[in-house]
């Protein structure tokens, strides 16, 4: 079946620290990976868009690496800030197709 | 504001009850799409219209009614509802197939079955 997972349901670092969040997907072929942001009782916001022949994107503090061999995205903040807080969403869009699937999500808590 | 609008915000409703949520976008989008959240889950894609068109309906209790008038609105009708379904309904817009453009979503309706 069809999976998309991310790692561990909370992810606590120091403010300063270079946060890395994992997404994992199974018996998917995605044209693209996206990345977005969702704050408690708010709908998800993107930040980031790799596409399958991509290895890397940046944005700002934002970086994003997709490996279609290991079947796995890599996001991470550089430099995080308590802002940073808040859970984030891998999502794929396959080929040919208007379904947008996303991961179970990983929350981000920045310490000062 | 991300361009596609919500209402209501919150929404409170007994199992015999009919109501509808509503979305609006007027980003020049032809995909819409409706999915459910639910504490601890990932987000639950319900339907998506393309062209005003359903191409997707994720084995969705017929509780559960979309329907998209135009490109600019779509509606989710709700009718005896149970319980389980309180959860934060987000409505999203983006373009369609082929396009490499991220997903819109709006602020959500929270709704609550009582």
């Known amino acids: 079946s069809q999976k998309i997972e991310q790692n561990s349901e909370a992810l606590n670092i120091q403010e300063g620290k270079t946060a890395t ?3 994992n997907y199974t018996n998917y072929s995605p044209a693209y990976l996206q990345w ?3 704050d408690p009782g708010r709908g998800p916001v993107f930040l980031l868009l790799i ?3 991509e290895k890397e994107k940046r944005k700002e503090r934002l970086k994003v690496t997709f490996d279609t061999t290991l079947k796995q995205s890599l996001f991470h903040i550089t430099a995080s800030q308590p802002a940073d807080s808040a859970t984030y969403l891998c999502a794929l869009r396959a080929y040919n197709t208007d379904k947008l699937i996303f991961g179970t999500g990983t929350r981000l808590q920045v310490f000062p | 504001e991300t361009g596609v609008t919500q209402t209501p915000r919150h929404l409170v409703m007994g199992m015999t009850n009919k109501k509808s949520l509503k ?8 995909a819409m799409y409706w999915y459910k959240q639910s504490a601890k889950k990932p987000l639950e894609l319900m339907f998506v219209y393309s062209l005003e068109e359903r191409v997707e309906n994720n084995s969705v209790p017929s509780r559960f009614s ?14 005896t509802l149970q319980p389980e379904d309180s959860a934060l309904y987000l409505c999203a817009s983006s373009q369609t197939q082929g396009w490499d453009t991220e997903a819109f979503f709006g602020q959500g309706t929270r709704l609550t079955v009582v």
């Open chain 2, 66 to 79: 979309p329907e998209c008038p135009n490109s600019s609105h779509l509606f989710l009708h709700l009718h």
């Open chain 1, 51 to 53: 596409r399958e022949n």
């Open chain 2, 23 to 30: 979305c609006e976008q007027h980003l020049g989008h032809n």
């Open chain 1, 36 to 38: 977005y942001r969702q």
């Open chain 1, 21 to 23: 969040l994992t997404c």
